[in-house]
């Protein structure tokens, strides 16, 4: 008698597990939806990056017409890219409005055809026309008609890495 009554209990213990197993595994709320839906708009970078991509380009989706970097004498159109310029002794290197440089190597100074000068974002100050452009500092350029250049005696070329259009004349 004692053996059938454990069996049965045995039986109801399992039983009733199997049932409450099988309420308990609905589906969460919102588990069936596929991502990247208004049901669920957790997204990839690499989605946005795409999207705001073919945003700026006027939802054509194209990418935009990059500029030969084999030859840095011509203008840079890109704002995405960030090139390395090899500028020389004699030259200046004008940016377009919004355009960022960072010197790399070399001594520059800064060249502006008008009285204010460039930002240097990383210092939190402004250059003026003919003052050191420090290495390694970001430098911002609001508008067009500015830009650096090889400090007055050096020989060597200066390194600088852009985002943004330029010209080198």
Known sequence: MRKATRTISLVFILSVCFIGGSILNTPADGAGTTPGTTDDPVVTKSYVDQQIQQALNGGGG????????????????????????????????????????????????????????????????????????PKNHLLSFPREGRGIQVKEGQTSNLIVMVRGGYTIK
């Open 62 to 133: 194209g990418s935009t017409n990059p500029t030969n970097p084999t030859n840095p004498t011509e203008p840079s159109t890109s704002t995405e890219e960030v090139k390395n310029v090899a500028l020389k002794p004699d030259k200046i290197l004008i940016a377009d409005a919004g355009t960022e440089f960072i010197v790399r190597s070399g001594n520059a100074v800064i060249y502006t055809e008008v009285a204010s000068g460039v930002a240097d974002l990383t210092d939190g100050k402004d250059l003026l026309n003919g003052e050191t452009a």
